[in-house]
């Protein structure tokens, strides 16, 4: 694993299992952006508390087993996926009462370690295996930071058109080319070099905003009156401002230790960043983190419509807000003690300037739909991008474990996952089939197959 187990990693995950179980147990806050309506028909009465644990049990562990596990074991650092939608549950499960609240930040506690150790065990076991595997795992998030400029394109195509698309897609790759040849220079005998996949996706990150700027229509003014009705949830949510700034300072104070990743982009990234300064005979202050936190930046946008939307409709939030919070952490990474309390303290600051400001982003949201459309449109195109890069990225980590077998067993676990009745996320196929190979080929190595 990327991050090491000692004291202040295991308060920091028992705080981080412990803050964000007591949020779902209060009904404050929840990770799943599917589950968090559900929660304003269960403060009105309509819904009771087996029925709210039940959706969030349905909705969330099928992704903590088939896409969180998986994909932190493959990462080598805790998407926090795995961790808060998980805490959606252990909330959802007790009672809002004191006892319940008691139990809830408690058990919410111990499996936020419990998991660090658990991974650590699971990891150490595969290095024990006959045929080692684990080296050839980081392969799977290989192709995320070359292909991951590519969702910019495609949010704005599906914004606008294909057309569009094709042309900031190539402004893109002219960009990538441009600082790849150009890209070093010297300023005052200070070497700088620009990189190649950063520059270009921040490119594409600018021009996918200009783009709906352009294409956004003013609304009709009645944005107004349409989020007066939901005012209460507004005021419910500021009310426990102290909390959600909290946990958004323990967000990334978990994300600044490598503990935690905001998703898998950026978890590969910030791994691989990690591994490559450590295995130059350097330190984690080698490494550079910008590529990770443009990515986190990335995914920030194309999740602030819909985390706004649904907290104002349910009145509960999120325990990592808009994802906002992982951005300045991961550049925090290289900082040392300082850093690490300049994480808590900017994570908590910036959790809170997006709950003062909820009433207002909403409202712009909605007087401006481009920039709202945007959000879902990013969203869908991060999710498109990633299921490629992870698939081709596990296919090729299980061809080096198995040459040609690995292939075939990735290609073959994506189309019937298709086609089955209770399918996993596809992002969570490509390090699942390259984790089950490892497993498959130290068992056929057993048996004198392989």
């Keep these: 694993m990327v991050f090491e187990i000692n004291a202040l990693t295991i308060i920091v995950m028992a705080a981080l299992g412990g803050i964000a179980s007591y949020l779902a147990n209060q009904n404050i806050a929840v990770f799943n952006d599917g589950i968090r309506p559900m929660y304003q028909p269960y403060l009105n009465n309509e819904i009771d508390r087996k029925s709210l644990f ?20 493959a990462g080598g ?46 990891i150490d076991l595969f290095a024990m295996l006959p045929i080692p595997f684990l080296d050839n795992l980081s392969t799977v998030g290989g ?31 002219l960009v990538k080319q441009a600082t790849a040849m150009y ?14 996949d950063g520059m270009a996706l921040l490119f594409s990150i600018i021009a996918m905003v200009f783009v709906a700027i352009r294409v956004s229509k003013r609304g009709d003014g009645k944005a107004t ?51 490559a300064a450590i295995a130059g005979g350097g330190t984690l202050a080698d490494g550079n983190f910008s590529e990770a936190a443009l990515i986190a930046l990335g995914r920030c946008i194309g999740f602030i419509p ?16 808009t994802k906002a919070v992982h951005i300045p952490a991961i550049l925090f990474i290289n ?23 909820l009433g207002f982003i909403a409202k712009g949201l909605d007087r401006f739909p481009g920039m709202k459309e945007l959000g879902d449109n990013t969203r869908t195109a991060m999710s498109k991008v990633l299921d490629i890069a992870l698939l081709v990225g596990g296919m090729l980590a299980a061809n080096a474990i198995a040459p040609t077998i690995g292939y ?16 996993v996320s596809s992002m969570a196929i490509g390090p699942i089939g390259a984790i089950s190979m490892g497993i498959i080929v130290n068992i056929l190595r057993l048996i004198k197959l392989f």
């Design 54 to 73: 039940a959706t969030s049990f349905a909705l969330s562990f099928g992704l903590v087993i088939g896409f969180g596990l998986p994909t932190s074991i």
């Design 77 to 122: 650092i805790i998407i926090v996926h795995t961790i808060l939608l998980a805490c959606d549950i252990i909330g959802a499960l007790f009672k809002e009462d004191k006892l319940g609240m008691l139990l809830a930040t408690g058990v919410g506690a111990v499996f936020g370690v419990f998991l660090m150790f658990f991974m650590q065990i699971v």
């Design 143 to 173: 192709l995320i930071i070359i292909l991951f400029c590519v969702f910019p394109a495609l949010a704005v195509a599906y914004q606008t058109n294909a057309k569009n698309g094709i042309i900031v897609l190539a402004l893109t790759m």
């Design 183 to 196: 890209g070093k220079f010297t300023i005052n005998e200070i070497n700088i070099a620009l990189n190649a």
């Design 225 to 275: 009156e349409a989020f007066a009705i939901f005012e209460k949830n507004i005021v419910r949510i500021k009310k426990n401002l102290l909390f959600l700034a909290i946990a958004g300072g323990v967000v990334a104070l978990a994300t600044t230790l490598l503990l935690v990743a905001e998703g898998p982009a950026s978890l590969n990234i910030t791994a691989e960043t990690a591994r």
């Design 306 to 321: 819909l985390v706004m939307t649904t907290a104002i409709i349910s009145g509960v939030y999120s325990p990592a807000g």
């Design 335 to 357: 900082m040392g003690i300082m850093g690490l309390v300049g994480s808590f303290v900017i994570g908590a600051l910036i959790m809170a300037i997006e709950v003062l400001l």
């Design 408 to 423: 075939i067993w990735v290609a073959g676990l994506y189309y019937l996952n298709q086609v089955s009745k209770k399918p």
